[in-house]
């Protein structure tokens, strides 16, 4: 079975900073997915980041960025230039590349919060 | 606002009762999830419908029943439960079952079990 460990259980930086949360994962797979997502206060969680493991170079999405280490099983997220809208709560998700049958193993979550 | 609704919001209930959560999703997706948070616990699968056929139920006792009568609509129906259940129930839908996709999710059901 996957598991997914996120070590930080609550972040607070500055706004403007940038701000790196951590995952590490545990899998005998070859190829599968890892998602980062998002739950605002609001609590309707969205997807920020996805990354193929079967692809070297890491995913960027605007001020999001992921760095992959697939020897280490690791998959960080950076925020760049944070704002007060990234307070959330940040998930680290698995998926095998056998099909959503399976859904998505998370980790336990970090709470980030962006001070003014 | 992403395109999966959920009702109700908040629920509590005693536990002799029966209710059920309703989930419905208007992006044409055929693969709809059913998950777990509790406080302090990661996001637990309990259900997945896949072109509304059950291919996952990830050892959910029973007094967990889920239905999906069409790709849209998805119901958890409660009976009996425990304390130990209050949490957040999430549902989440994808185009289809396949491992790249995207979950949406919706806002979920805030449970409270007396």
């Known amino acids: 079975a996957q598991t997914v460990t996120q070590s930080q259980p609550e972040m607070s930086v500055q706004e403007a900073e940038t701000v790196t949360l951590s995952c590490t994962y545990d899998?005998?797979?070859?190829?599968?997915?890892l998602f980062w997502y998002k739950q605002p206060p609001s609590r309707q969680m969205i997807l920020v980041i996805r990354?193929?493991?079967?692809?070297?170079q890491n995913a960027t999405e605007n001020r999001f960025s992921v760095n992959f280490q697939k020897a280490a099983k690791s998959f960080s997220l950076k925020i760049s230039d944070s704002q007060l809208g990234d307070t959330a709560m940040y998930f680290c998700a698995f998926m095998d590349s056998g099909g959503g049958a399976d859904g998505l193993t998370f980790g336990k979550g970090t709470h980030l919060i962006i001070q003014p | 606002e992403t395109g999966v609704t959920q009702t109700p919001r908040h629920l509590v209930m005693g536990m002799t009762n029966k209710k059920s959560l309703k989930c419905e999703q208007h992006?044409?997706?055929?693969?709809m999830y059913w998950y777990k948070q509790s406080a302090k616990k990661p996001l637990e699968l309990m259900f997945v419908y896949n072109f509304k056929e059950q291919t996952e139920n990830n050892s959910v006792p029973s007094r967990f029943s889920p239905e999906c009568p069409n790709s849209s609509h998805l119901f958890l129906h409660l009976h009996t439960l425990q304390p130990e259940d209050s949490a957040l129930y999430l549902c989440?839908?994808?185009?289809?079952?396949?491992?790249?996709?995207?979950?949406?999710f919706g806002p979920g059901t805030r449970l409270t079990v007396l």
């Open positions: 990354q193929e493991a079967y692809k070297q």
């Open positions: 992006l044409g997706h055929n693969a």
């Open positions: 989440a839908s994808s185009p289809d079952g396949s491992s790249y996709n995207e979950q949406f």
């Open positions: 899998t005998s797979e070859n190829n599968y997915y």
